[in-house]
């Protein structure tokens, strides 16, 4: 099945095989690979924010890798670091949900949250910023209050799909009865999709959080159709990129420094690449997007790389790269799997080449793997190129993911970053998860480089 639809990214969630593109999405149910042997609030604020002024010194600018210092505090429950900022019916979801123990970046980060500082996120890719910072959103919100009180910007439609989920999982009635009599209501705004029924509801009732991409929120604001005056918190998520986006980040800057005044505001970044973070940090004083006592929490400087990720490569000719790649699904039999290629070039369109997803389709569909219905996802519609390749490639949470392959080697480290973060997505596993690049031997000194800025090890794999 092909399809061009963007919606179907999000369907891979209850696939068992995807293989994700730069620019499509191919999935390959079970039938194939299941073969596998290898398949098998306040006062408490107060008081927490007062104990972590004392365990910390923080400059206002400086950045920390290891705020706290103390062992122990590596086993302290979520629950006890939460306690008396998160309400208690959010609390028991977290459980429910499975999340008992903090991440690193949540054990870093949620006492200076909690204790109302502006911060910078900077962790490995599925590290758990998202749980973080949506933890400080239901310590501040106040569900009585009629007002937008939280405002999520993420760049591109798939990614708010997700957090909005993850937002509304947590919000939704636990098993046990909760006490509040009016519940916290999550919009998501996103480009993509028609905005009428956001529109009426805006009109009837704002909702307490709101996800949304740049576009669709500014057509909003201008419309007056929302009101940002009581936004106590703003997470811009996946903030390097919203900054390389020329089309966004005028609108992006306005967004920072309007709506409520900035010392009621909790401002909050995330991404796992922030690339001249000092520098960034030194804007966001200067250009008054954060307070002047922002913190860039930034976890594990030295390993950008999720450690459980092995790294290896493989060289071959350009022809060669289909049958490498099939040999290579074969000997691996990944439990699920992505494979990444490069949108076709200008050059290639012109000569008359076929897109070279179409041709990686063919070649699995007629290989002695085949049987398998593939899925391939293209966004054509209202998304630039850029975005597009972005999309898969950053944000996008499919934790059952065990293998990656870089079809085509992508074009710098933050991205080869970003793809292999599509797995290792589960926190606390100790499972193994492969990344593969299929390159040239004349690749080999980029993917070197990708090394070195990144601090990982390639192996090299002979087939
Ligand atoms: N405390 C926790 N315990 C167990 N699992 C967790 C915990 N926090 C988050 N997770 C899980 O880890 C996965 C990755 O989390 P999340 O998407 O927030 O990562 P991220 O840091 O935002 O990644 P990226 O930078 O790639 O967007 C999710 O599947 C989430 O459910």
């Given at each position: ?11 891979v969630h209850s696939w068992k095989f995807p293989f ?177 029924r956001q529109k009426s509801w805006l009109k009837s ?259």
């Amino acid at each position: 099945m092909v399809s061009s639809s963007t919606d179907m990214l999000l369907q891979v969630h209850s696939w068992k095989f995807p293989f994700l593109c730069d620019k499509a999405l191919i999935t390959i149910p079970p039938t194939l690979l299941i073969k596998s042997p290898s398949v098998e609030r306040s006062s408490t604020r107060a008081l927490k924010s007062s104990i972590y002024s004392q365990r910390t010194s923080i400059s206002p600018i400086t950045s920390s890798s290891s705020l706290s210092t103390n062992e122990e505090d590596d086993h302290i429950p979520l629950r006890d670091i939460c306690e008396g900022c998160v309400p208690d019916h959010i609390l028991r979801r977290v459980e429910e949900l499975g999340y008992l123990m903090p991440t690193e970046i949540q054990r870093q980060a949620l006492p200076v949250l909690f204790s109302g500082r502006d911060c910078i996120l900077h962790a490995q890719t599925g590290s758990g910023k998202t749980l973080a910072y949506l933890l400080l959103i239901f310590s501040v919100i106040n569900t009585q209050r009629s007002a937008v009180q939280a405002l999520i910007v993420v760049p591109t439609r798939e990614l708010g799909m997700q957090v909005a989920k993850v937002a509304r999982m947590l919000a939704a009635k636990s098993d046990q009865p909760v006490l509040e009599d009016k519940s916290c209501t999550i919009m998501a705004l996103l480009d993509g999709g028609t905005l009428r029924r956001q529109k009426s509801w805006l009109k009837s009732e704002p909702p307490t959080i709101i996800v949304a991409t740049l576009g669709s929120l500014c057509q909003m604001l201008e419309k007056q159709t929302i009101k940002l005056e009581s936004m106590r918190v703003l997470v811009i998520d996946e903030v390097d990129f919203m900054f390389n986006s020329s089309h966004q980040v005028s609108s992006l800057r306005k967004l920072l420094i309007s709506y409520s005044s900035i010392n009621n505001r909790q401002s909050i970044f995330a991404s796992a690449s922030i690339p001249q973070h000092r520098r960034f940090l030194y804007d966001c004083i200067q250009q008054k997007w954060t307070k002047a006592d922002v913190v860039h929490i930034h976890a594990n400087p030295v390993q950008p790389m999720p450690p459980r990720i092995h790294h290896r490569f493989l060289i071959c000719s350009r022809s060669e790269r289909h049958s490498a790649l099939l040999s290579l699904l074969q000997s691996d039999a990944p439990q699920s799997a992505i494979i990444f290629v490069n949108l076709q070039s200008e050059k290639s369109k012109k000569a008359g080449n076929a897109p070279s997803t179409t041709v990686l389709i063919d070649a699995l569909k007629n290989s002695h793997i085949g049987g398998h219905e593939i899925l391939l996802l293209e966004e054509k519609i209202n998304f630039n190129s850029r975005a597009a390749s972005f999309s898969v490639s950053r944000g996008v949470d499919l934790p059952d993911t065990t293998h990656i392959y870089n079809f085509d080697l992508p074009k710098d480290a933050v991205h080869y970053l970003h793809r292999a973060g599509r797995t290792g997505r589960k926190p606390f596993s100790e499972s193994e998860c492969l990344v593969t690049s299929i390159i040239t031997s004349e690749e080999r000194f980029v993917l070197q480089r990708y090394e070195n800025e990144l601090m990982f090890h390639c192996d090299e794999l002979f087939l």
